[in-house]
């Protein structure tokens, strides 16, 4: 196998030294040859993961957060090219998504295990996005969380709870499944994968290789219930939530008042005012592991957060 290794070295919050040591030390005796490239500013992962595919690479592994496994993933879909997640992330939504390891050990294994699994993307007005798409609150969470001079969770919650205090609910006419509909709400959200990262359940039962998207609006809400929406995602009951409407899809368009702010894999961006959103199935082959257990609300969430904490405390020993 011949492989490129894509690093985004500020990616997260831990220093990559050593990655590209620790990734050929894993893959090298099992025959793989890797070259090591690093990202220096937005775009490059998606230059360097097209070159790889023009070279015939067998597989290009990100190691990065979730906007670096975009770019890279957007150079591989429809092509035969497979990609390898190493999530160093402060989210790493896909990778939890599709019960890739947070821990960079686990997570090569996942990769040495070849167990390719194609899946789905979706496209917005032609953007690619893997894992979750959003208008409203999330987008503006986002966009607060990048102009930020610190990463992780606890700058999110910082961001989430700063931007809350001053946001106001946007009007949206959504349009899917021969149905139209036009309210005011928190927030719309369209949904490849279960997740927006750190194990915030946006849509819990979401598949990502079942050719549709999950489709979830909050409704406007006082501030005890909205918390409470907060808390349910936590604990992968927000689809019970009285302010929740779900439902599946493979195209809708959703159109506001006027161009704003939304998040694509967690990235903030300027987007026009009307939005063509479409799933296309089975376009991307991912490395990804033989067994995955099923979600379950409340459990599923406790022992990825158990594992994260048990993650966090040995980097404090081993760092």
């Given amino acids: 196998m011949k492989a490129r290794l894509i690093i985004n070295p500020i990616s997260g919050t831990r220093s990559k030294a050593g990655l590209d040591r620790l990734v050929d030390e894993s893959l090298a005796p099992l025959g793989w040859e890797t070259e090591v490239t690093y990202t220096q500013c937005h775009g490059d992962a998606t230059r360097l993961a097209s070159e790889a595919v023009a070279l015939g690479f067998d597989a290009v592994l990100a190691a990065g957060g979730d906007g ?16 390898g997640i190493l999530p160093c992330g402060s989210g790493n939504g896909l990778a939890r998504h599709l019960g890739i390891p947070v821990d960079l050990r686990e997570g090569l294994k996942v990769i040495t295990e070849n167990h390719p699994m194609a899946i789905d993307y979706a496209t917005v007005n032609n953007r ?26 606890f700058t999110y919650l910082q961001s989430t709870f700063e931007t809350y205090a001053n946001y106001t609910p946007e009007l949206y006419t959504i349009s899917a499944n021969g149905r139209v509909v036009t309210e005011r709400a928190f927030l719309v959200a369209v949904c490849n994968a279960s997740q927006y990262g750190n194990n915030a359940y946006i849509a819990p039962h979401a598949s990502i290789d079942d050719g549709l998207l999950d489709v979830t609006i909050i409704h406007a809400g006082n501030t005890l219930s909205t918390a409470l929406v907060g808390v349910d995602m936590m604990t992968g009951m927000i689809e019970r ?18 161009p704003g702010m939304a998040h694509l894999d967690g990235e903030p961006l300027e987007i026009e005012k009307r939005l063509d959103i479409s799933c296309h199935h089975h376009s991307l082959n991912v490395y990804t592991p033989r067994e995955v257990r099923s979600f379950v609300p409340i459990i599923t969430p406790m022992a990825s957060m158990f594992n994260d904490f048990r993650l966090a405390v040995s980097h404090l020993f081993t760092d």
């Fill in 128 to 153: 690619k996005f893997f894992c979750t798409f959003g208008v409203g609150f999330d987008a503006a969470v986002s966009a607060a969380f990048a102009r930020k001079k610190t990463r992780g969770k």
């Fill in 241 to 258: 939530n009285m302010l929740i409407n779900t439902f599946r899809t493979s195209n809708i368009v959703i159109e506001r008042e006027n």
């Fill in 68 to 83: 670096t496994i975009n770019e890279t993933a957007a150079a591989l879909c429809g092509t035969r090219t497979i990609l």
